[in-house]
Structures are given as C-alpha cells and as structure tokens.
Nanobody
Framework: QVQLAESGGGSVQAGESLRLSCRIS????????MYWYRQTPAKERERVAG???????MYLDSVKGRFTISRDDPQGAIYLQMNNLKPDDTGVYFC?????????????WGLGTLVNVSS
C-alpha cells in the first residue's frame, strides 16, 4: 500500500516560517505529479503548490512570493517552504500524488499536517 508521510506542521505567529515535508516511495514518486493542498472549515480543499506531470510548478495566487515548493528526487520527497505566514494560511495541509501509468492514473493522499498561524 502506498503511503505519503507528511511532517512539519505546527503553530506559529504571523510572519514566521514553516517547512513541510512529504515522502513517498521512489517508484511511485518517479511517475507522479506531486502537490500540496490545504483545507480549512471555511473553504473546500484547495491546491496550494505543486509539480505537474511535465515538471512545471504552480502556486496558488495568494501564496506566490511567500511559498516555495522543492523536490528531492533521490529521496522521493517534496517540500513546501512557507515564509511570512498569515492567519489565512491556517489549515490542514495534505500531500497529494497522482501516479501516472500507461492507461490510468492513481491518486494518493497523505493524512495531513496542521498549520496554525495566529495573529
């Protein structure tokens, strides 16, 4: 069974930083588009940042200039460096992989890590 292991959440003050990590088995990582999502009680789950299947990066408009996604291919990991955090960034952050096979795609989700930003 494929598992995504997330870490790095926590409680911080506005303006501070956190770095999230997500690891997945290399054989799945090498064939996957990888994303970070977040969810709050007030919003549907939204895509925050990611690497598309073609390698391009994307960011939610509200995090551009503050968040940076990176990857370590040998480790099968992605990271989300979050700087200048704001209370609106509060939520549960999920790692999401879409593994691409010849004729199908399989989605995988982590259990989430809580980020709480207080003003």
């Amino acid at each position: 069974q494929v598992q995504l292991a997330e870490s790095g959440g926590g409680s911080v003050q506005a303006g501070e930083s956190l770095r999230l990590s997500c690891r997945i088995s290399k054989d799945v990582f090498n064939r996957s588009a990888m994303y970070w999502y977040r969810q709050t009680p007030a919003k549907e789950r939204e895509r925050v940042a990611g690497f598309a299947a073609d390698g391009r990066t994307m960011y939610l408009d509200s995090v551009k200039g503050r968040f940076t996604i990176s990857r370590d291919d040998p480790q099968g990991a992605i990271y989300l460096q979050m700087n200048n955090l704001k209370p609106d960034d509060t939520g549960v952050y999920f790692c999401h992989a879409i593994a691409i096979y010849d004729s199908s795609q399989r989605p995988y989700w982590g259990l989430g890590t809580l980020v709480n930003v207080s003003s």
